[in-house]
């Protein structure tokens, strides 16, 4: 089992930046892919972005793209996620994830999940 634990969530007006943070521990082995989900009220939970510990191959879903980055730091077993050009629409609690499969999207296929972290954004 991997261990999740997010941070770096926040209140920030339109346009600003936030920068969330993952940090992986117990069974990292184990995980092929990490992915950043988000849930908000009344919404289902929806992936955002992934990237692969080999490789670093990241993708996005389309309303994120251009403004989020995901990225790894294989040394310290984090991986962050870089929200640039907030809008409102991207109020949500985050979720940081593991999976053992290559490239994967679907919440189904994550095994494990942090806690969330809130993001708010204000017009």
């Known amino acids: 089992q991997v261990q999740l634990v997010e941070s770096g969530g926040g209140f920030v007006q339109a346009g600003g930046s936030l920068r969330l943070s993952c940090a992986a521990s117990?069974?990292?082995?184990?995980?092929?892919?990490m992915g950043w989900f988000r849930q908000a009220p009344g919404k289902e939970r929806e992936f955002v972005a992934g990237?692969?510990?080999?490789?670093?191959?990241?993708y996005y879903t389309d309303s994120v793209k251009g403004r989020f980055s995901i990225s790894k730091d294989n040394a310290k077993n984090a991986v962050y996620l870089q929200m640039n050009s907030l809008k409102p629409a991207d109020t949500a609690v985050y979720y940081c994830?593991?999976?053992?499969?290559?490239?994967?999207?679907?919440?189904?296929?994550?095994?494990?999940w942090g806690q969330g972290t809130q993001v708010t954004v204000s017009s």
């Open positions: 994830a593991s999976s053992f499969l290559r490239s994967s999207y679907r919440g189904a296929d994550f095994g494990s």
């Open positions: 117990g069974r990292t082995s184990s995980s092929r892919t």
């Open positions: 990237i692969s510990w080999i490789g670093g191959s990241t």
